[in-house]
């Protein structure tokens, strides 16, 4: 089941100029980690969740459960 929006959730356009950059820096820590484990967490939800904390103000334990 796929959530629905919030209003601070980044449209196609946005992910697609910054994907790269966070895919990189994905990369990157994988490439240094112990176990080479890229996990599993979807990264636009985790960019949602941190933009959707910016807005609200709420504290980091209190955002909606449907973010990673």
């Known amino acids: 089941m796929e959530r629905m929006p919030y209003s601070t959730d980044l449209s196609d356009r946005q992910w697609a100029l910054i994907e790269p950059l966070v895919t990189a820096w994905k990369q990157d820590r994988v490439s240094r980690s112990a176990t080479g484990d890229p996990g599993s967490t979807d990264l636009r939800e985790v960019v949602n969740a941190l933009l ?17």
């Open 52 to 68: 959707y904390q910016n807005r609200t103000g709420c504290q980091w334990r209190l955002l909606p459960h449907d973010f990673p």
